[in-house]
């Protein structure tokens, strides 16, 4: 009796004691001679906040833009670049077309309530949506890329250009 109730107390001490948490990162590793190139930018910039912004390109190719995060919002990703020793968040071209909002952990999109009055609401199902497709709408997000650092690399992380000078 007496080891069940130690197995017990352990049993019990052990799950409360552990606590999952969902900090998963998905590292992407370039080619050592993109991931060089980089590097060398990054260095000249050590006081801004570095994020990734990953186009693809027509031709199969994919650019690596380097921009400064003006807030959190690119911050909150788990995708992050393997640069030297340490991890930069990256954000791609498609988190801009397929993007929503979220509220209370559901994702969300605005409702008209009354001409030209709108709320914002969780998504409703299917169903619904299909009944009244004019009633929602979604928020779109941009971004607006001038005069960028960046790198080109095929699909196995090769350095093709880069306007960087090295």
Aim: proline letters at 4%.
């Amino acid at each position: 009796m007496k080891n069940i109730f130690r197995l017990s107390f352990v049993l019990l001490f052990i799950s409360c004691t552990t606590i999952k948490t969902n900090n998963t990162v998905i590292p992407y590793l370039v080619d050592i001679g993109a991931e060089k190139s980089i590097y060398n930018e990054i260095s000249k910039n050590r006081d801004r906040d570095v994020v990734f912004y990953v186009e693809h390109l027509s031709d199969s190719t994919i650019k690596f833009h380097l921009i400064s995060s003006n807030g959190n919002d690119f911050l909150r990703t788990d995708r992050k670049l393997f640069v030297n020793d340490k991890l930069y968040p990256i954000i791609f071209d498609t988190d801009y077309l397929f993007y929503s909002e979220m509220k209370d952990g559901k994702p969300i999109i605005s409702m008209e309530v009354t001409k030209n009055s709108y709320e914002e609401i969780p998504i409703p199902s299917i169903e619904e949506r299909e009944k009244n497709p004019e009633l929602y709408g979604f928020k779109k997000k941009s971004i607006m890329i001038d005069n960028s650092i960046y790198w080109i690399l095929d699909q196995k992380g090769k350095l093709l250009k880069t306007n960087t000078g090295k």
